[in-house]
């Protein structure tokens, strides 16, 4: 069970103690919401591959010391797979996102009443709208994409809750879904970017601060940047992102491939399908 006390998270690459999943089980792609699906819309999603990839990934947490904590799957959200979305952890408080997509709207309900049965304590965002994926943490900074799903008005609102931090808004493309799709912390000063998700001044700032590993147009459309850190310079990566996952070997980077290839065609990989409690 969650207790209140162990909600912490900092960073997107300290060890990872306690997360959030929702299995697949009605996972679809039915109104199109992003650029991804619009490419795999017609095959749409095997369901039972999905679930079994899903599975081996919360495996591999689990043998990596992971408490991985699920959160039920409803019937009619195919996007629910995708808990990082809805809620994002900054340091000691659990935030609700705001959706901007009405049909992803009401996995928020569901997530509240989780964190209030397992005794977890949360914070709405009321401003429209914000989503988990654009939020990436680095200590008392927060970097926060621009997107069609989450806007300035709502970034402010969060800032005027984390008077302690600095919130710094990232431009990104309109093509690209989340910040997490086009650039992700992975480690102290390193970080995985795509250069043409983001405008040029959003890209130098971040290259002013990162020793970025660079990904590629190719294997942004795989999520080469969506992967999951789990801590101690272990990564959870696509086995199809060879490029990537050599370059995170040659940093020193201990890569554990994890088949996704389903789960990833409705637009979402590694990172998007975890919403970290614990990271200390």
């Not at 997360?19 to 109104?31: A, C, N, Y």
């Amino acid at each position: 069970m969650l207790v209140r006390k162990e909600v912490v998270c900092s960073t997107e690459y300290d060890a990872l103690k306690q997360v959030i999943v929702s299995s697949p089980d009605f996972m679809r792609i039915g109104k199109v919401i992003n650029e991804t699906q619009k490419q795999y819309q017609a095959e749409n999603i095997n369901q039972e591959l999905a679930l079994a990839q899903h599975s081996q990934f919360v495996s591999v947490m689990r043998a990596h010391g992971v408490t991985v904590n699920v959160l039920p799957p409803q019937p009619a959200l195919n996007e629910q797979v995708f808990t990082r979305d809805i809620g994002f952890t900054i340091d000691s408080q659990v935030f609700i996102a705001k959706m901007a997509a009405e049909i992803r709207a009401t996995e928020t309900d569901y997530l509240k009443q989780f964190l209030a049965t397992e005794g977890i304590s949360f914070q709405e965002i009321e401003a429209a709208s914000i989503e988990g994926g654009d939020v990436i943490i680095d200590g008392d900074t927060v970097w926060i994409g621009i997107s069609k799903r989450t806007t300035m008005k709502a970034i402010n609102a969060l800032a005027n809750d984390l008077p302690n931090h600095n919130i710094i808004p990232i431009q990104l493309k309109p093509e690209i879904l989340h910040l997490d799709c086009t650039f992700n912390i992975i480690a102290p000063n390193i970080a995985l970017i795509y250069k043409n998700g983001l405008d040029e001044s959003a890209y130098q700032a971040l290259q002013e601060q990162y020793t970025c590993i660079a990904v590629d147009e190719q294997e942004q459309f795989t999520l080469g940047t969506n992967v999951l850190a789990i801590g101690n310079r272990r990564i959870v990566s696509l086995p199809e992102n060879k490029r990537v996952n050599r370059d995170l070997r040659a940093q020193g980077f201990n890569v554990i491939e994890v088949p996704f290839n389903e789960i990833i065609k409705s637009g979402g990989s590694f990172r998007c399908c975890t919403l970290p409690i614990n990271r200390s």
